[in-house]
Nanobody, 125 residues
Framework: QVQLVESGGGLVQAGGSLRLSCAASGRIFFRLNMGWFRQAPGKEREFVTAINYSGDSTYYIDSVKGRFTISRDNAKNTMYLQMNSLKPEDTAVYYC??????????????????WGQGTQVTVSS
């Protein structure tokens, strides 16, 4: 299993930006598709975005398309989520996950998915 640690959350005003990082341990990082999920208070955990092992294929849910960018640096065993034009409805705990599966229709965790501890993102109006 891979171990994941998120960082970069915080409080930001609507329209602002944050960059989340997910540092992974383990030599298999470069072989894994990875993703970001989020969970808002009182809601189920939601798949947000994913990136394939080589970084040349990505998927975004409609509500973040054009505002969020997922990327990875396999040399540093790190995945990123750049979040721009943040909205109050983006407020949630954000989790990185690996491995994940995704197609052009969506993505999900699998039985072997490892999770980070989560990082809080709060967007004030």
């Amino acid at each position: 299993q891979v171990q994941l640690v998120e960082s970069g959350g915080g409080l930001v005003q609507a329209g602002g930006s944050l960059r989340l990082s997910c540092a992974a341990s383990g030599r298999i990082f470069f072989r894994l598709n990875m993703g970001w999920f989020r969970q808002a208070p009182g809601k189920e955990r939601e798949f947000v975005t994913a990136i394939n092992y080589s970084g040349d294929s990505t998927y975004y849910i409609d509500s973040v398309k054009g505002r969020f960018t997922i990327s990875r640096d396999n040399a540093k065993n790190t995945m990123y989520l750049q979040m721009n034009s943040l909205k109050p409805e983006d407020t949630a705990v954000y989790y990185c996950a690996a491995p994940v599966v995704f197609t052009q229709d969506g993505g999900r965790a699998v039985d072997l998915t490892s999770w980070g501890q989560g990082t809080q993102v709060t967007v004030s109006s």
